[in-house]
């Protein structure tokens, strides 16, 4: 054959297509047409190079890998054995029981805007706000899309096209492009920097001459220790109260109220607003434990004024996550914080603990996979007290090949993600429900056999 009949060999879209009853019942016809259009032009520039005609079925099969690479895979959960509690890669906090049954029961038609007993509009917001005002000994509060929305919404409604007066030691960045400067320009507030990266006083703040706001952040993902200073938050509100100005705080984690061990460094919403903060932030997916949210409480005109602003309508929540939220918020009520999956982490018994880690290291060991225990350091995570640690046992897995070992484990359903670090591979359980622990030995122990027999004692 030469080239022109070769070509003319290559199998018609229409052959094709009539072999492809799975992948279209899979895809759809519109995207297997296009895959097998993709892949017949791939194979004829293949032929002109010299390579011999393919057939339907190598077509079909280039096709499908078409598919695969332009369909990127649903979520999926993950077994997060990192330790990291509110892993943000992860999706940061894991809902509790009680919030994914809410969730379920909103998915379908509810009543979120919809008064049940007179039959007419009901509110969206009414159903949250006394549970977060309650919470916090807020006089009043407004929940929307994350705190980066929540920061946008205070400035914009507080200080639009007025000045914000913000310490250099508190312009941050916070992962995913959380930049402070850049979120109070899409405010369309005007930043004043005052005093330097470590030191700034209170008459620092005198600066400007039109403020809209005074801005104090929570470093959450790190400190700057040594010569410093920064004023407190009852300094700073009563600066602001003689500026005439409100003082917003951005709190991030999302403590509702005071706590101790790791987290008494944290600042707490309702201390906050004790101390004089006139609006107070965070968000709803860190310590408080549910749904992506951002959280703004605070004084009652200026709420109003946030719920008021057009942009309040276009960082709402959606019905799920007010589900989600509600449900979270009454565990905290209930005083049934352990039910919260983050809270039963954070103060998960030292002793439990040990006993699931040395019952994981018995078993891989009886499984011919060595592992032994150690003491590793848990954080909280999600730029929640980056001092904090949370000293506790997990198992080391003896490897030589720690990175393939992971790759492994994160390739294989359910995705298995472990610590790496210093070229070891730790499981931390504190993480991990109970009920994944047999998973996670069969999966050491099945891939130990078929692909690491050097390792093997
Ligand atoms: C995490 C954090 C944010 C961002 O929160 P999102 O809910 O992810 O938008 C903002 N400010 C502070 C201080 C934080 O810790």
Redesign the pocket.
Known sequence: MDRSQQLRALPGIDRLLARCADLIAAHGRATVTDALRAAVDDARTAVLDGAPVPTPDDVIAAAAAHIDRRRPPRLQPVINATGVIVHTNLGRAPLADAARAAVLDATGYCDLEYDLASGRRGSRVGRLEPLLCDATGAPAALAVN??????VLALAALAGGREVIVSRGEL?E???S?RLPDIMGASGARLIEVGTTNRTRAGDYVAGDDPGAILT?????YRIVGFVAQPTLTELAGIAARRGVPLIF????GLLRPAGGALADEPAVSTALDDGADIV?C????LLGGP???LLFGRRALIERCRRHPLARALRLDKLRIAALQATLELHLRDARHEVPVWAMLSADREALGRRVDRLVAMLTERGVPAEVVTVDGVPG???APDATLPGPAARIVTDHPDALATRLRSERPPIVVRVADGTLVVDLRTVESSEDEEIVARLAAGHQDRHPDTQP
Do not use: C, E, V, Y
């Open positions: 994350n705190a980066a929305a929540a920061l941050i916070i992962g995913g959380f952040l929570h470093p959450s993902n951005d709190a991030g984690s932030l968000s709803g997916d860190k992506q949210a951002g999600g730029g929640a």
